[in-house]
T-cell receptor
Framework: EAQVTQNPRYLITVTGKKLTVTCSQN?????MSWYRQDPGLGLRQIYY???????DKGDVPEGYKVSRKEKRNFPLILESPSPNQTSLYFC??????????????FGAGTRLSVL | GQQVMQIPQYQHVQEGEDFTTYCNSS?????IQWYKQRPGGHPVFLIQ?????EVKKQKRLTFQFGEAKKNSSLHITATQTTDVGTYFC???????????FGKGTTLSVSS
């Protein structure tokens, strides 16, 4: 089954404790992206990757890191989480490297609370 | 920068009433996509419109892309409780490397 898998689904942590949210897709998609969703603000892109070893900042990259060492995986790293990073996070993937006509497939989401 | 705006932010209807959400872009779009997110779920692709003036239907859902390719709408006829959720429109930013999402319209339906 074609899917984007995120882990964990729920995470409660404390300020400053490094964490990683994993994302894996089995569709051989070139493009992967991370979004955060906050009430009233919709989906905002954090980082994206057009292929292995190619990453770029989205609209809200501060406080986040990503890596793309393998095509299928795109982990999101919070080196020193802060309470303003409490949010619902989605990973997405799409075929190709130009999004003009490509559908994005989303993972189930990770709800993060930073205390 | 490029923006995609959606109205209304929230809409409550009685089951059986119609519903429309509108999407406006600050720039001309090569295409527009619509996604639905059920409560507690993740966004799921509904449809993509590419041609100026295009109209597509999916059962009770009608999607339109404006003649100038800067606006779009989603109309649901005779809403059902299964239509509950947030509907997002999204258009590619000019470089084509990201999708810009509207903030979404959250639809609630009472029976």
């Amino acid at each position: 089954e074609a899917q984007v898998t995120q882990n964990p689904r729920y995470l409660i942590t404390v300020t400053g404790k490094k964490l990683t949210v994993t994302c894996s897709q089995n569709m051989n998609h070139e493009y992967m992206s991370w979004y955060r969703q906050d009430p009233g603000l919709g989906l905002r892109q954090i980082y994206y990757s057009m292929n292995v070893e190619v990453t770029d900042k989205g609209d809200v990259p501060e406080g986040y890191k990503v890596s793309r060492k393998e095509k299928r995986n795109f982990p999101l790293i919070l080196e020193s989480p802060s309470p303003n990073q409490t949010s619902l996070y989605f990973c997405a993937s799409a075929r190709g490297t130009v999004l003009a006509k490509n559908i994005q497939y989303f993972g189930a989401g990770t709800r993060l609370s930073v205390l | 920068g490029q923006q995609v705006m959606q109205i209304p932010q929230y809409q409550h209807v009685q089951e059986g009433e119609d519903f429309t959400t509108y999407c406006n872009s600050s720039t001309t779009l090569s295409n527009i996509q619509w996604y639905k997110q059920r409560p507690g779920g993740h966004p799921v692709f509904l449809i993509q419109l590419v041609k100026s003036g295009e109209v597509k239907k999916q059962k009770r859902l009608t999607f339109q892309f404006g003649e100038a390719k800067k606006n779009s709408s989603l109309h649901i006829t005779a809403t059902q409780t299964t239509d509950v959720g947030t509907y997002f429109c999204a258009g590619p930013e000019e470089a084509g490397t990201a999708l810009i999402f509207g903030k979404g319209t959250t639809l609630s339906v009472s029976s």
